[in-house]
């Protein structure tokens, strides 16, 4: 059986240690092991758990590698433009896809502000929360107009507006599948330690779980994958993932009713799921906590975001054994804009870590990514920090350590905020091997600290 010596790495503090790995797993831990054929030169670099990003979207990152990217304009000019030049690069009929668009850049779009941006193509733009497309004439004629769901909005008139809510799984239905590359996507994830991803969608079905699947029965998404989902999802015969809580998506615009909401979570019991509740306001967590009274909580039982958290939640959040996993990466992206527009009395609310913590509330660490950077390296700087990308900080009383931080992607996928994964004898070897001492990747989180990772012994990344 084929063996892999890590040579010379320091694990929890104790240096000088060799690991070797056989059949994905770790089998020895001590000084001076005996040779294997293959063999890494740790050269006296920290080895950790790989990392696991408990909150991402897989199919949406990877369909950003061929959209058109406005989160960082800020008028109305560069929007024409940016569109503009993407037009010019494809046919007419063509479809551009447009990422991360917010009302701050040129208010809010309506149809005919859509066509003219792109008069030629069928357009849709996406806001950055993710929520909701914004579809120009064309693209709303070539997706036709039989059986539209009531996600699409219409006028008093009964007119098409040309905003779609939470349409994601119909426009799927309606779209010539586009290829994903999720190879890049799984190359740069590994390239941050991370071996192992839960994926967030609620519109993962069937056809999107085959898709991940396939992408790592082949090697291309390495990593570890759960999957959550709003409906029902079957493991495949290999178990190549894992199935995730039930998630269920609010919006403060039209939020579900206590019944509908309890009975989702009577649904996800029957199925023997978790539920994941997506949080972002204060209203959708007050109706969450009103659900998990009413219906009762369960382990595995979480709330994604935790955007706005009142004081007076945290309390009720323990009580209910209910996770937070939250995204601290959006204070350093989004901080400056949440200082201007949220009231002073609301801030302290906004992505708490340290009160949540304190109060013994698991709290797990993830990137929302792509509505946040992927990179996990930046959120623990921001955890550690609040520091906005202006300079500001947000909610200072709610930084934790950059220690703590990485240790809130180490737990396991199903147990996030739960105890860290540890480097040991009988563990998977999904690790990250980093090119220095933990305390130097820590003291200026940078994925540059990533020196290899292995999932099941593999070796998926290795520092050019
Ligand atoms: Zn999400």
């Known amino acids: ?170 426009l799927r239905t309606r779209l010539a599948p586009q290829p994903l590359d999720l ?31 396939a992408a790592h029965r082949d090697g291309a998404l390495p990593q570890r994958l759960t999957l959550m989902s709003a409906g029902r999802l079957e493991t495949p015969d290999d178990r190549v993932f894992t199935i995730g809580p039930v998630k269920v998506l609010l919006d403060d615009a039209a939020l579900i009713d206590l019944d509908d909401f309890t009975s989702r979570i009577d649904r996800a019991r029957s199925w023997r799921r978790a539920v994941a509740v997506h949080c972002v306001t204060a209203a959708e967590l007050a109706l969450t906590l009103a659900a998990f009274d009413a219906a009762g909580a369960s382990p595995g039982d979480r709330i994604e975001h935790g955007g706005v958290i009142p004081a007076e939640a945290i309390g009720r959040l323990k009580a209910l054994g209910l996770a937070v996993v939250t995204q601290p990466a959006f204070i ?68 934790i350590d950059a220690a703590d931080a990485l240790a809130r992607y180490l737990g396991a996928a199903l147990d996030p905020g739960g105890s860290p994964r540890r480097v040991e004898v009988g563990a998977p070897a999904d690790l990250c091997l980093l090119a220095g001492p933990l305390r130097e990747a820590l003291a200026a989180p940078s994925s540059d600290c990533v020196r290899a990772t292995l999932i099941a012994g593999d070796v998926v990344f290795r520092a050019a």
């Open 1 to 170: 059986m084929s063996a892999l010596t890590i040579r010379d790495v320091v694990i929890g503090g104790r240096d000088g240690l060799d690991v070797r790995i056989e059949a994905g797993r770790i089998v020895a831990l001590g000084r001076r092991l005996a040779a294997t054929s293959d063999e890494i030169d740790g050269a006296g670099g920290a080895l950790i758990p790989g990392l696991a990003d408990h909150h991402i979207h897989l199919p949406a990152l990877a369909a950003e590698a061929s959209s058109v990217r406005l989160a960082d304009l800020s008028s109305a000019g560069q929007l024409r433009q940016r569109i503009a030049d993407a037009a010019a690069a494809f046919p007419p009929g063509a479809w551009l896809r447009a990422t991360g668009y917010h009302e701050r850049i040129a208010g809010e779009l309506a149809l005919a502000d859509l066509d003219t941006l792109a008069p030629r193509h069928p357009l849709r733009v996406q806001h950055q929360s993710g929520a909701l497309w914004m579809l120009n004439s064309l693209a709303l004629a070539a997706l036709g107009e039989a059986d539209l769901p009531s996600a699409m909005e219409r006028d008093r008139a009964g007119r098409l507006t040309g905003r779609l809510f939470r349409g994601d799984a119909w």
């Open 183 to 213: 190879a890049a996507i799984g190359r740069r994830l590994a390239s941050f330690g991370i071996t192992a991803v839960t994926d967030a969608s609620a519109s993962n079905d069937a056809d999107s779980a085959a898709i991940l699947a």
């Open 332 to 399: 350093a992206e989004r901080g400056d804009r949440y200082l201007a527009e949220v009231e002073a009395a609301e801030q302290p609310d906004l992505y708490r870590c340290a009160s949540l913590v304190g109060a013994g509330v698991p709290v797990a660490l993830s990137s929302d990514a792509p509505y946040g950077s992927p990179d996990p390296w930046t959120a623990i700087a921001a955890a550690s920090t609040r520091r906005t990308a202006a300079g500001a900080t947000l909610g200072l009383g709610e930084r």
